[in-house]
């Protein structure tokens, strides 16, 4: 349940998935995230470096653990299903 808490929290998934393919700095990854707030970003930031999910780089970017990687991993089969759900209830545009 704290798992599920964590990443249930505001923008804690798009961090994480932001950070999939490479090392981003504060700036990158709040460009990346739409410029969410610095504040929510340090918070979700230090949230998921507690848990053990991102690692901070001696240069300054953020990167994902190797638990951060599995949990991507762990989730990958429900993005499958959302992406399939998504088709189906949504309008043809």
Do not use: H, I
């Amino acid at each position: 349940m704290a798992a599920l808490d964590l990443l249930g929290r505001r923008w804690a998934l798009r961090v994480l998935w932001e950070l999939r393919a490479e090392a981003l700095t504060f700036r990158a990854l709040r460009a990346r995230c739409d410029r969410m707030s610095p504040s929510v970003l340090n918070q979700r930031l230090a949230e998921l470096r507690e848990s053990g999910f991102v690692d901070l780089e001696p240069g300054g970017g953020y990167r994902l653990t190797v638990d951060g990687r599995g949990l991507l991993a762990a989730l990958a089969p429900l993005d499958g299903w959302a992406k399939r759900w998504g088709r189906r209830v949504s309008p043809p545009s």
